[in-house]
Structures are given as C-alpha cells and as structure tokens.
C-alpha cells in the first residue's frame, strides 16, 4: 500500500527552521524523483523543490537559498530544511512523486508568525 506521511511542522517565528519529513511506504523510492509542494489559504498548490533520483535539486525562486530539499535512500524518507522562514511561507506542506503522482498524503501545517 501506498503511504506518504509528511510530519515536522508547527508554528514558528519568523527568522526560524524547521525540518520536514516525508516518510514513503510502497513505493520504489529510490528510482523516483521526489518533490514538495505547498497550498496557502486560497491559493493553488505550487511546487517547492525537486529532486532527482541522482540528488539534483531545483527550487522555486521564493525559497532558494532558504530551503534544502534532500533524501535518504536508505529510509525511503524525504526531507525539507527550511530556515530564514517568511510569513508567507505559511501553507500546508505536501511530498509527491513527481513524474508519477501517488495519492496525496495528509500534509503538515507550516505556520510563520510575524
């Protein structure tokens, strides 16, 4: 069975990290590459960060040089660092596949307090 269970956030002041977590269950996470997205109240989803199965990694331009996406192969486990964290980097923060889209997972709440 397919399981993605993101965990790791909460509530923050602005200027501070956290560190996000995917764990990944039933699929062959090695050979996918991974991505985060995020949906803030009344937005669309927007993508975060990818990266390959090589390690290669891209960044929408709101977070790079803020945020790290990584992966460890040998947990089947995603992760996101996230510092220097802005208000409006509060949303609910997902993982996924990115060229085969899983079922979604139930997100974590990221909330940066001004």
């Known amino acids: 069975q397919v399981q993605l269970v993101e965990s790791g956030g909460g509530l923050v002041q602005a200027g501070g990290s956290l560190r996000l977590s995917c764990a990944t269950s039933?699929?062959?996470?090695?050979?996918?590459?991974m991505v985060w997205y995020r949906q803030a109240p009344g937005k669309q989803r927007e993508l975060v960060a990818s990266?390959?199965?090589?390690?290669?990694?891209n960044y929408a331009s709101s977070v790079k040089g803020r945020f790290t996406i990584s992966r460890d192969n040998t947990k089947n486990t995603l992760y996101l660092q996230m510092n220097s964290l802005r208000p409006e980097d509060t949303a609910v923060y997902y993982c996924?596949?990115?060229?085969?889209?899983?079922?979604w997972g139930q997100g974590t709440q990221v909330t940066v307090s001004s």
């Open positions: 996924n596949s990115q060229w085969s889209p899983l079922a």
């Open positions: 039933g699929i062959n996470f090695s050979r996918k590459a």
């Open positions: 990266i390959t199965m090589g390690g290669g990694t």
